[in-house]
């Protein structure tokens, strides 16, 4: 086995389970260890996989156990400080769960820990694996419907959580290009959380891309909500879910039903990992995209905040919504903190 390199996941609750899959799919890898500060769920997970050596103490884990690759699958705000504790201790590779960050801050503290230790980091945005969103990507590089004017996504449980993966998949399929501009407004009227992150009730964005594409995102507005979206072009459509790509266009009198093949998203997402380790390639999660997204949202908080639209690069490092909340701008009108992931706490709990 110690030619293998060596993994520790921190974090181990739902999420953590793709990693595992993921890990278990690609033979250059072990996963060493875990670690994670609730008892009950690291022996569940440690159980589940086999996997003996346990710390509640994920610094702990970091100092003992000369990781090569360090996963950081815990709720959101944790993201950065354990990233950048894992980056101290200069293994070779960090894959952090989406999103990046809570705000731009956290973002570039944790890019330039990385730079410092020479880490590769990336953000497990696992969906630019799915064969078909790839699939998608080089059928608009290839032209096959014109110049992209418009991307149509719908989105729920907020901006920062499942929304992130569609302002990541609007670039990813065209070709990852910057966004120039946004603007967007919120509506937050209750006291929502989302795995102990105020969230907002409401929300949409408009994005302009360089390139002239223009990305629309409804939050918990025109439901139903799913992973994808309808990218209108010059000369065609493309309707797109994490199954199939629906391809219209003026060579065809019909749909054409694509539904790619590949590998999973996950397992491929390591191999990639370990090819960058490896200076064969890059990687389509590197961190740089996923800050890309996050800036996004947070233009959008920004665009809420300041009433105008915001220019890029956003100049705001903590959170805008966080700062409405705080300075009273988002008034909640109908009281009673709830989370809507408050099925994942264990015991008696009802809060994080």
Not at 113 to 125: D, E, F, G, L, Y
Request: glycine share 10%.
């Amino acid at each position: 086995m110690s030619d293998k390199y060596r993994v520790g996941i921190i974090g181990c609750g739902g999420i953590a389970r793709l990693h595992v899959h993921g890990y278990q799919g690609v033979e250059e890898v072990e996963i060493v260890a875990i670690a994670d500060p609730v008892e009950d769920a690291l022996n569940d997970f440690g159980e589940s996989y086999n996997i003996q050596t346990r710390y509640l103490d994920p610094r702990e884990m970091l100092d003992k156990e000369n990781l090569d690759i360090v996963s950081v699958a815990t709720w959101h705000r944790l993201h950065a400080p354990m990233t950048i504790a894992a980056c101290a201790r200069k293994p070779k590779a960090v894959l952090c769960e989406k999103p990046m960050g809570t705000n731009l801050g956290e973002c570039d503290e944790m890019l330039i820990a990385a730079q410092r230790n020479n880490v590769k980091v990336a953000i497990a945005h696992q969906r630019r694996f799915n064969p078909v969103w790839t699939d998608a990507r080089q059928l608009i590089a290839n032209g096959a419907i014109g110049e992209p004017r418009q991307i149509v996504c719908k989105g729920g449980q907020g901006l920062l959580n499942d929304c992130s993966h569609l302002f990541d998949m609007m670039r990813y399929v065209l070709g990852d290009p910057d966004a120039e501009w946004v603007i967007g407004n919120v509506e937050r009227k209750t006291e929502r959380y989302e795995r102990d992150i105020p969230i907002e009730d409401r929300s949409a964005g408009i994005i302009g891309f360089q390139g002239g594409c223009i990305g629309l995102l409804l939050q918990e507005i025109a439901g139903p909500n799913y992973q994808g979206g309808i990218i209108y072009g010059s000369d065609g459509i493309i309707d797109l879910t994490e199954q199939r790509a629906l391809l219209l266009n003026s060579k065809r009198a019909e749909w054409e039903d694509r539904r790619a093949e590949g590998e999973n998203p996950s397992v491929a997402q390591v191999q990639e990992l370990i090819s960058w380790i490896e200076g064969r390639s890059g990687h389509r999660g590197e961190a740089i995209n996923g800050r890309a997204a996050v800036e996004i949202i947070m233009a959008i908080y920004d665009s809420a905040r300041l009433h105008e639209v915001v220019q890029m690069p956003v100049r705001t490092h903590a959170s805008p919504l966080e700062a409405m909340i705080e300075s009273g701008d988002l008034p909640v009108e109908r009281p009673g903190r709830y989370d809507i992931r408050a099925m994942l706490l264990r015991g008696e709990s009802m809060q994080p």
